[in-house]
């Protein structure tokens, strides 16, 4: 039996981001938990403090709906059109039955796993630095994550396992125990039940493997042939590269190139130039090196993926699961798109870079000199925030700066290698963080960015780790990320949701106390009108709402006749024939138009001017239109 390979030992405590006195590993116990206590309480309460400010009715509406048709007994893809995975349908309707069939109630459970995450970031950082310095550095990405838009989304989702999946394999590098490894990949089969783009994190996940491989193999100046192994790695990795341009596809335009195969195509290219830099052992003892860590990554990644599939094959759903989950998404990428801003929009992010590289081996006078300076422009940014075309830079210099981030991270790796701390922290990250930019495909806005921004935050971390900056400086831009979120990015993001109406604080009042429990703004007199009429002429168990407008079904109490939750996912054939049929057969009395959904586009005119003669009486509020008989 050969023993397993041993694990890197790291070179050094612990780099620091600050270059504090204390090194991480050398810090009393209760400094960490102190901190980690505090940073913890603050998070919570922020967070807190908005989780049930704003909202978009189409979001709100579609989770709720998808959680009361779970509690009714019907199946996500078979008896209704789920727009994810289905298992956040059972996560939704776990967290109706604990605290009530409201809205808000989705949003306790999502916090309940904000809160379990915070650790899980502190963690990763303080095997970076300081307690302190780890605090701050776990503030920032809750700053740029969670807060900015609290519904219960999928992707919060898929972030939390994503940075738990990181910490798992993390470990499995300190203490070379394939259990974390095992349970990296549980985390990501429960991601994927969340919402498919849990694949990302398994492709990322599978490049560490093999990086992480490499760096268990000795190096030389030259090579002496690939062999089969290395052929196979080169192969996967130029097929990787051809499948990310081949999923962008006709929208691949340079902005698209840039941010979303770039990154993945740098890794892929790393793990090239690396493969061809080694002097290649016998194919079969890296096989039995990497063997092991796929095995136990793929059982763990089965276990909640098959359990899943066998419910739904024991219901005689197991077809209309993969087609729902594999097949129906690709509709978005015609109705639900929205691409990248220009390149020109990357100038912050190239400034944050440049300002950053040049500050590594500054004096500690030029250091300071340069932290007040760059204080000086950090401060003009705060100040200016509410300008249009000012405010948007300290966004845009994480945002579009995470094509670069990977580039600069990767660099940083290869030529730090595995044994010190913040290289194998980057080997980890930076994979997961090159393929998760996607998250952002193929609609590009800025909450999609808030969804992986504590991914970038960590690398970023990682990098001024391994090539420190000074600690006034790097004590500025910890100050400007932070301050600038909760000055301008969360209130901004929030006011932008749509009919969030967040301007002024008097306009904030609940919705439907009892039913939403959200606060909203100005649409709320408008929602809560067209409740009121839907339930004066609604008869019997049914009303039909269309398009992309879910949201009233949860709201009026009332249940969906089709299996439609966003009408681009709906079958065009037949579809008039197939909509009437089923107001008919459940007794509908009334109907609600929006005249402005924001994928699907208008109803289509047949169908509007059936509706129109089947439901002849009408009221019209805000965009929408409720027709009775």
């Known amino acids: 039996m050969k023993p397993r390979p041993a694990s890197f030992a790291f070179q050094q405590a612990t780099p620091t981001l600050n270059k504090s006195t204390y090194a991480a590993g050398a810090e009393p116990p209760w400094r960490r938990y102190a901190v ?5 309480a603050v998070s919570l309460a922020y967070v807190w403090a908005l989780l049930d400010r704003g909202w978009v009715p189409h979001d709100e509406g579609a989770l709720a709906d998808s959680a009361i048709r779970v509690l009714q007994g019907q199946l996500p893809h078979r008896d209704f059109d789920e727009i994810y995975s289905g298992g956040l349908s059972y996560l939704n309707a776990l967290a109706f039955g604990v605290w009530g069939e409201r809205l808000v109630s989705m949003r306790y459970m999502a916090y309940v796993a904000f809160a379990c995450w915070v650790p899980i970031v502190f963690y990763l950082a303080s095997r970076l630095t300081t307690a302190l310095a780890a605090g701050m550095v776990t503030l920032v990405a809750v700053a740029w994550s969670y807060p900015n838009y609290t519904a219960a989304m999928p992707s919060w989702y898929n972030l939390y396992l994503a ?10 590098v300190e203490t070379n125990r394939t259990r974390w490894v095992a349970a990296a990949g549980l985390l990501a089969g429960l991601s994927c039940l969340i919402k498919i783009i ?14 992480y ?28 590269v051809a499948g990310l341009i081949a999923v962008i596809g006709v929208k ?4 698209e190139f840039v941010q979303f195969v770039l990154p993945g195509g740098a890794v892929a290219g790393c793990v ?48 209309d699961l993969i087609s729902g989950v594999l097949v129906k998404p690709f509709r978005r990428l015609v109705f639900a798109s929205k691409g990248p801003p220009p390149l020109g929009a ?18 500690r006078r030029g250091g300071r000199m340069a932290a007040v300076a760059l204080g000086a422009v950090f401060t003009c940014l705060l100040a200016a925030g509410h300008v249009r ?28 290698e595995l044994p010190r701390r913040a290289a194998a922290m980057l080997w980890v990250l930076t994979p997961v963080l090159a393929v998760s930019t996607l998250v952002q495909f193929p609609l590009s806005n800025p909450t999609y960015y808030t969804f992986i921004a504590p991914i970038e935050v960590l690398a970023i971390a990682a990098a001024i780790s391994l090539r420190p900056v000074g600690r006034e400086i790097t004590w500025v831009v910890l100050a400007f990320y932070l301050a600038y979120p909760v000055a301008w990015m969360t209130p901004e993001l929030l006011r932008d949701r749509h009919s969030a109406g967040l301007t002024h604080e008097a306009e904030i009042a609940p919705l439907l106390p009892g039913r939403a429990d959200l606060r909203i703004g100005e649409t709320r007199d408008e929602y809560e009108n067209l409740v009121r009429l839907i339930r004066a002429h609604a008869r019997g168990r049914f009303i039909y709402a269309t398009a992309d407008c879910p949201e009233f079904y949860f709201l009026s109490g009332y249940r969906n006749p089709t299996r439609t939750l966003f009408d681009f996912f709906d079958d065009p054939r037949g579809r008039t024939a197939r909509i009437l049929k089923a107001l008919d057969g459940d007794g509908v009395t009334v109907v609600v138009i929006n005249s402005l959904p924001y994928f699907s586009g208008p109803v289509p005119e047949p169908l509007a001017v059936a509706l129109a003669r089947k439901f002849p009486a009408d009221s019209t509020i805000g965009h929408f239109t409720v027709r009775w008989r």
Request: proline fraction near 5%; charged fraction near 10%; hydrophobic fraction near 55%.
């Open 389 to 416: 075309g000012v405010g948007e830079l300290g966004f845009l210099s994480l945002d579009q700066g995470l094509p670069i981030a990977v580039i600069l991270t990767l660099v940083l790796a290869y030529r730090s």
């Open 36 to 40: 980690l206590a505090l940073v913890w």
């Open 213 to 240: 491989e490499q760096s268990l193999t000795r190096k030389s100046a030259g090579g002496v042939g690939l062999g089969w192994y290395g052929a196979a790695i080169v192969g996967g990795c130029v097929a990787f």
């Open 163 to 172: 940075t738990a999946s990181i910490a798992a394999l993390y470990r499995y």
């Open 346 to 363: 990357m100038l912050p992010a190239v400034a944050l870079a440049c300002v950053l590289a040049g500050a590594h081996g500054l004096s």
């Open 198 to 211: 849990g694949l990302y994190l398994v492709a990322g996940t599978l490049f560490f493997f093999v990086l």
């Open 252 to 255: 691949l335009g340079w902005p």
């Open 272 to 319: 090239i130039l690396r493969e061809l830099r080694m002097r290649h052992p016998n194919p079969r003892d890296r096989l039995q090196r990497i063997g092991p860590l796929l095995a136990a990554y793929g059982a763990g990644l089965l276990v909640p993926v098959a359990l899943f599939l066998a419910f739904f094959a024991v219901h005689g759903a197991a077809g």
